[in-house]
Nanobody, 111 residues
């Protein structure tokens, strides 16, 4: 049984930074790709960043250059560093590994 536990998030002013974490329990973490998604109120859930088991990262155009995804296989944790945050980044953020989802964490960008 795999569990993904998210941490981080919260309230930040425009231009600020936050880091999200997604810690996985269970085995085989090293072979999984992991995605970060977000869902704003009234909108669909979209992928914002993705990292392969080998550490190759891709990003949605809206976050490229501002967000950075990384992973620490020893800690079985994936991170999403979010910089230069804007109002449009406000959403609930989720990590996903295979068919497993984290519980979601709220990110609110507000002045």
């Amino acid at each position: 049984q795999v569990q993904l536990v998210q941490s981080g998030g919260g309230l930040v002013q425009p231009g600020g930074s936050l880091r999200l974490s997604c810690a996985a329990s269970g085995s085989s973490f090293n072979i999984y790709s992991v995605g970060w998604y977000r869902q704003a109120p009234g909108k669909q859930r979209d992928v914002v960043a993705f990292i392969t088991s080998g550490g190759f990262a891709t990003y949605a155009p809206s976050v490229k250059g501002r967000f950075a995804v990384s992973r620490d296989n020893d800690k079985q944790t994936v991170y999403l560093q979010m910089n230069s945050l804007t109002f449009e980044d406000t959403a609930v953020y989720y990590c996903r590994m295979g068919t497993y989802w984290g519980q979601g964490t709220q990110v609110t960008v507000s002045s």
